[in-house]
């Protein structure tokens, strides 16, 4: 059963909705450990204290801020415990605005909303509500020690939470949207880029979408654990397009080739031989060693 990561209420005008939030997604990826090149053991990273010149558990840790070099603010937890505002418990529906308003860029993590048993027919008001008006919830929670603005909105007959960055965190870059008037595109370029755009479009199912890297490690894992070498992915040569007009016409022409004459994209594989021990490397009789 699925862990919540928060517990409260969550307050629109005076009703009160108990909830709990739990993480709707998270990063998968293989992690590589980091292992003594001469006998392949895993390198720990204890706590240590090069003071005391010894290692020190977990109970002899407190919490401080560096105001100067190597000096230092302490805190305990009942100390940080007595600092947390209102948040930490409730979350108060601050405004509703429409979710188109809202720059994606400001997104962050994303959390489903599910009412304790004693809230869901107030959970399920808000929810037709919000489903029915088109609008979103701008609330602010607080956990992991910190406060984050966040948007409730309905999805597939619940409601999700993203946590927000602040405006303060949104960072500028100095080359980012500038035009110059040397790189304005004429309208026959602008036409056919448009064109090219209707022939890429489709409906997005985030299911056809699959780490390419990651199964290219998960290749080369079978393959080394085989003894066996993996082809190396071919990679196209890249160079700025000169001729605008020329390459957007050649794109336009490959899109409408048949699906057939098409090439499928280059995988990482086993190199030949190890094709053949693919299943026993499934399933492997015992371990073996990577070098």
């Known amino acids: 059963m699925a862990t919540s990561v928060w517990k409260g209420f969550l307050t629109f005008g005076l009703i009160s909705i108990p909830i709990r939030l739990f993480s709707a997604a998270r990063g998968e990826r293989i992690s590589l450990n980091q292992l003594h090149q001469v006998c392949h053991t895993r390198i720990k990273m204890p706590l240590f204290c090069p003071t005391c010149n010894r290692q020190v558990p977990r109970e002899e840790i407190v919490k401080g801020y560096e105001y100067e070099k190597d000096q230092y603010v302490l805190f305990d937890e009942k100390e940080l415990d007595k600092i947390e505002p209102e948040s930490a418990r409730s979350m108060e529906i601050l405004e509703m605005v429409k979710l188109d308003e809202i720059d994606p860029l ?3 993590a994303s959390y489903y909303v599910t009412p304790e048993d004693e ?18 919830a701008i609330a602010k929670i607080t956990m992991h020690q910190r406060e984050h603005i966040v948007v409730i909105r309905p999805r597939a007959n619940g409601m999700t939470l993203h946590t927000m960055f602040y405006t303060n965190e949104i960072r500028e870059v100095a080359e980012y949207g500038k035009r110059t008037p040397a790189a304005e595109p004429k309208e026959a370029e602008k036409k056919l880029a448009t064109q090219l755009i209707e022939s890429l479009a489709a409906k997005f199912e985030p299911e056809k979408y699959k780490d390419q890297y990651q199964e290219s490690m998960k290749a080369l894992i079978a393959a080394k654990q085989a003894g066996q070498e993996v082809a190396e992915v071919q990679h196209a040569k890249m160079a700025p ?5 020329e390459a957007l016409k050649k794109s336009i022409a490959e899109k409408e080739k048949p699906a057939a004459a098409k090439k499928p994209p280059v995988r990482a594989v086993p190199a030949a031989g190890a094709r053949e021990q693919e299943q026993e490397t499934r399933t492997p009789k015992r371990k073996r060693s990577a070098g």
């Open 241 to 245: 397009v000169i001729d605008l007009m």
């Open 119 to 136: 809230g869901r027919k107030a959970y399920q008001l808000l929810l037709d509500a919000m489903e029915e008006s088109g609008y979103a």
């Open 106 to 108: 400001y997104f962050d």
